[in-house]
């Protein structure tokens, strides 16, 4: 069973090495993904990953945490806007403006905290 390159090496070896190749690939995925898994924390920051966890409170309660991580990471929000072509001067206005109110909202929340601080003093 010779390849006839005068290699000396049979069809079946050459078979068997390309087999075990394909193994140690796959399980080095498993390894790898299997590693991520463990890096994963409950901190509120943002999730990235393409499934949840169905446990103890059944689908509803799974279904609603998908939810609660698609509002946080804005996919519904990506979604809609990449539906149709934005051009990139009305992109540009778009974010500039997300950018101000963004701003904005955090500087009224950080007066709306220090008027509650205030009243706290009792001033």
């Known amino acids: 069973m010779s390849t006839g390159d005068g290699g000396g090496r049979s069809?079946?070896?050459?078979?068997?090495?390309?087999?075990?190749?394909?193994r140690l690939a796959e399980e080095s995925r498993k390894q790898f993904a299997s590693s991520l898994d463990k890096g994963l924390s409950s901190t509120g920051a943002p999730i990235v990953g393409r499934s949840v966890a169905v446990v103890s409170g059944g689908p509803a309660k799974a279904y609603a945490r998908l939810n609660r991580i698609m509002t946080t990471n804005n996919v519904r929000r990506e979604?809609?806007?990449?539906?149709?072509?934005?051009?990139?001067?009305?992109?540009?206005?778009r974010l500039r403006f997300e950018s101000h109110a963004r701003r904005f909202k955090d500087e009224v929340r950080n007066k709306v905290h220090l008027v509650m601080k205030m009243k706290s003093w009792g001033v």
């Open 11 to 22: 069809f079946v070896s050459d078979s068997l090495d390309s087999m075990m190749s394909r």
């Open 79 to 93: 979604l809609y806007l990449r539906q149709r072509y934005e051009k990139p001067k009305y992109k540009r206005q």
